[in-house]
């Protein structure tokens, strides 16, 4: 059974206690900071791009290369309808039958908008000739932490020929933008060995996860041998190594534990 341990973030230092939690692996939901607890399983495992340290693959550059033309916009926490209806093609496609494919305007309202804390929608659409707003075809959630940016959710438009690789295109983006504002780490929430549709978190490097010990980075030998197992899983299933946060950011469900913070 899933185990999640959970407090609210409110008041006038949510900021600065959400930056604190997300050091030791909590992920925030609205107004709600999480992270697993199950007994007897620690399969989730919190990761971090190392911003500063990157370098990108082959692949990667390509990608950079690729979608380089993307007009990039922060903005703040407000939902649109132009971002729902992207959401619902999104998951329609990538996630037919999955539990936000039943989220309305509403839902998706709350999702951006309640937030105590310094968050972002970072929208990513076409160029277009004469100036005019483009097509958006990404955008995702951001929280600002004190040492990195935190990935809550991404989303794109799934069927985009000239557009491969979008999902990978937003955490590359989150990374040069984390280390321009000299931001330490990319937080790109939990990661679980063998679970195909989180593979794609592997491949970028430095990376580090969260043991008992504190935060720890893969060695190049071992994060070549989970590479290559992702790659091994991915043609099994058939699938791209291409995807967002798809780490229950969206909502807490399961068995709870409530602690004070």
């Given at each position: 059974?899933?185990?999640?341990?959970?407090?609210?973030?409110?008041?006038?230092?949510?900021?600065?206690?959400?930056?604190?939690?997300?050091?030791?692996?909590?992920?925030?939901?609205?107004?709600?900071?999480?992270?697993?607890?199950?007994?007897?399983?620690?399969?989730?495992?919190?990761?971090?791009?190392?911003?500063?340290?990157?370098?990108?693959?082959s692949s990667q550059k390509r990608n950079l290369k690729r979608n380089s033309d993307l007009v990039a916009t922060v903005?703040?926490?407000?939902?649109?309808?132009?971002?729902?209806?992207?959401?619902?093609?999104?998951?329609?496609?990538?996630?037919?039958?999955?539990?936000?494919?039943?989220?309305?305007?509403v839902d998706f309202a709350d999702m951006?908008?309640?937030?105590?804390?310094?968050?972002?929608?970072?929208?990513?659409?076409?160029?277009?000739q004469d100036g005019s707003t483009g097509r958006l075809v990404a955008a995702c959630l951001t929280d600002r932490q004190g040492d990195g940016l935190s990935m809550i959710y991404s989303f794109y438009q799934p069927e985009c020929p000239d557009r491969e690789g979008l999902g990978n295109y937003i955490i590359l983006d989150h990374i040069r933008r984390a280390a321009e504002e000299g931001?330490?780490?990319v937080y790109l929430g939990y990661w679980v060995e063998g679970s195909v549709r989180m593979q794609y978190k592997i491949r970028y490097r430095p990376l580090e996860r969260l043991t008992r010990d504190g935060w720890e980075r893969y060695s190049e030998v071992h994060q070549d041998h989970l590479i290559a197992g992702a790659a091994a899983l991915r043609r099994d299933a058939a699938l791209p190594l291409d995807g967002s946060t798809k780490d229950g950011a969206h909502g807490v469900q399961g068995q709870y534990r409530v602690v004070d913070v």
């Open positions: 059974m899933e185990r999640k341990v959970f407090t609210e973030l409110k008041g006038p230092h949510a900021d600065e206690l959400n930056d604190a939690l997300g050091r030791i692996g909590f992920r925030r939901s609205q107004t709600v900071a999480y992270r697993p607890s199950c007994a007897d399983c620690q399969a989730c495992v919190s990761v971090r791009v190392v911003a500063g340290e990157f370098r990108a693959s903005c703040r926490p407000w939902s649109t309808a132009e971002q729902f209806d992207l959401l619902q093609d999104y998951l329609g496609q990538r996630h037919p039958g999955g539990g936000m494919t039943s989220m309305d305007e951006v908008e309640h937030t105590p804390v310094d968050s972002w929608v970072i929208e990513y659409r076409e160029p277009t931001l330490p780490y």
